[in-house]
């Protein structure tokens, strides 16, 4: 087998016969013993977010020192974003801490290169990979939050952060069913956090906000608790200033 342990681009075969050593012949010209890398992750299909971390995995044959890695989001038309440089490539695996500014894509490649050859000894995810923005509810979100509900008067602030250039969202809130039928607001700036929503006459226990990307509806999140609205009672007769005679009856009203 072809042996590794020794990788050049010069090198050459010699014949001889054992018993007569002055019988020989070598090839005329060098050829090349290369290592070989195969990227096994990601490798298409994978579904990764801004500020996470995910490992990126690859095998090796051959007296491969160190690699480097580099990201296309352009279905490998690219690779200017590189992601490190002089990796020990008897690792095998390189921890990528995704920040908030790296550019989403669903056309996502990687491109693993032995560092001393990266143009001829390389390899590339099989398929494509997304990368998607993130976006995170911060209110309401604890357990035990109740809303009032008085006739519109009240706003509640719906808060939340949001991870890599999302530039709109949609906001929605569910009532127990799972599916969030009730729209809020679309197509919002996804800066204008925090947003003042009008307490609906929407009486119950089993409530949840929904946030989703405009432009990605798979990038959303929802409360992670349930909270709850009630009603509320005004009451507007007596309200002060009235004055009653003892036996006489009076409409109190609400």
Do not use: H
């Not at 298409?44 to 160190?66: A, C, D, L």
């Amino acid at each position: 087998s072809v042996p590794g342990n020794v990788l050049s681009e010069y090198c050459k075969i010699r014949v001889y016969d054992p018993n007569n050593l002055n019988t020989t012949n070598e090839g005329l010209n060098y050829f090349d013993l290369r290592g070989n890398i195969t990227v096994t992750r990601p490798n298409g299909q994978e579904v990764f977010e801004v500020v996470t971390s995910e490992y990126i995995n690859w095998t090796k044959q051959g007296n491969i020192s160190t690699v480097d890695i580099k990201y296309s989001y352009d279905n490998g038309s690219s690779y200017n974003t590189t992601l490190a440089s002089g990796v020990t490539a008897a690792n095998l695996s390189w921890n990528w801490s995704i920040a908030n500014s790296t550019t989403l894509t669903t056309l996502g490649k990687i491109k693993v290169a032995d560092s001393s050859r990266p143009t001829v000894v390389y390899d590339i995810t099989d398929g494509t990979f997304e990368l998607r923005g993130r976006l995170e509810i911060l209110t309401p979100s604890d357990p035990g939050v109740v809303m009032t509900y008085d006739r519109g008067n009240t706003a509640y602030n719906i808060s939340w952060n949001r991870y890599g250039p999302i530039n709109k969202v949609n906001l929605s809130y569910d009532t127990g069913s799972g599916t969030y039928p009730n729209s809020i607001i679309t197509n919002l700036s996804a800066t204008s956090t925090p947003y003042p929503w009008t307490i609906p006459n929407s009486i119950g226990t089993a409530l949840s906000i929904k946030i989703n990307d405009f432009d990605n509806p798979a990038v959303n999140d929802t409360s992670n608790n349930t909270f709850a609205i009630k009603g509320s009672l005004l009451v507007k007769y007596p309200n002060g200033g009235e004055s009653f005679l003892k036996g006489s009856a009076q409409n109190i009203n609400w």
